[in-house]
Nanobody, 118 residues
Framework: QVQLVESGGGLVQAGGSLRLSCAAS???????????MGWYRQAPGKQRELVAT???????NYADSVKGRFTISRDNAKNTVYLQMDSLKPEDTAVYYC?????????WGQGTQVTVSS
């Protein structure tokens, strides 16, 4: 079993930056098998959507809407994934969820609110 705890959300003006963190905890057996880690977001009245993912080896994938503005990274030693969000826009306002996947399971964090004011 793996638990994911997000932090770093908040209120920021358009054009500003925020950095989200997601720390994974649990058994060593599970943590060492965390392959894909990523961030998703869900705005009010909309479906949850992919923001960015990163595999253990470091390959990344981004939604077109955040390319060039957001950067995902991970520290495998700390079992932590980060999302650096720059040039934020009001349309980035959403609850951001951390996600982690092993071969056998899919884990979600509780979510952290990001609000971008215009």
């Amino acid at each position: 079993q793996v638990q994911l705890v997000e932090s770093g959300g908040g209120l920021v003006q358009a054009g500003g930056s925020l950095r989200l963190s997601c720390a994974a905890s649990g058994s060593s057996f599970s943590l060492i098998r965390l392959n894909v880690m990523g961030w998703y977001r869900q705005a009010p009245g909309k479906q949850r959507e992919l923001v960015a993912t990163i595999i253990r080896a470091g390959t990344t994938n981004y939604a077109d809407s955040v390319k060039g503005r957001f950067t995902i990274s991970r520290d495998n030693a700390k079992n932590t994934v980060y999302l650096q969000m720059d040039s934020l826009k009001p349309e980035d306002t959403a609850v951001y969820y951390c996600n982690a996947i092993t071969l056998l399971a899919n884990y979600w964090g509780q979510g952290t609110q990001v609000t971008v004011s215009s």
